[in-house]
């Protein structure tokens, strides 16, 4: 098992910052992918950013240039650092991890609200 862990989320003015915070707990030593996704209301959940165990990252297009995904592997944490947040970027965000059996976890989401 895996816990996972936000916060961070917030109300932030457009143009302005926020980072996440995602601290896992548990059987850790079996993920091999972490990653933030958020789901706005009425529109499905999507993976905006990514990152295994080998550092290798990923965004999606709309966050491209403006949100980092970042771990300390010390701290058991992965951040997700967003500039520039635009109205749009107003979501629930939720934490993810993957195991190498295929297994998903998943945080219980945290608030992020940009007002224009």
């Known amino acids: 098992q895996v816990q996972l862990v936000e916060s961070g989320g917030g109300l932030v003015q457009a143009g302005g910052s926020l980072r996440l915070s995602c601290a896992a707990s548990?059987?850790?030593?079996?993920?091999?992918?972490m990653g933030w996704s958020r789901q706005a209301p009425g529109k499905q959940r999507e993976l905006v950013a990514g990152?295994?165990?080998?550092?290798?990252?990923n965004y999606a297009d709309s966050v491209k240039g403006r949100f980092t995904i970042s771990r300390d592997n010390a701290k058991n944490t992965v951040y997700l650092q967003m500039n520039n947040l635009k109205p749009e970027d107003t979501a629930v965000y939720y934490c993810?991890?993957?195991?190498?059996?295929?297994?998903?976890?998943w945080g219980q989401g945290t608030q992020v609200t940009v007002s224009s």
């Open positions: 993810e991890a993957a195991a190498r059996s295929g297994y998903h976890y």
């Open positions: 548990g059987s850790i030593f079996s993920i091999n992918f």
């Open positions: 990152i295994t165990s080998g550092g290798a990252t």
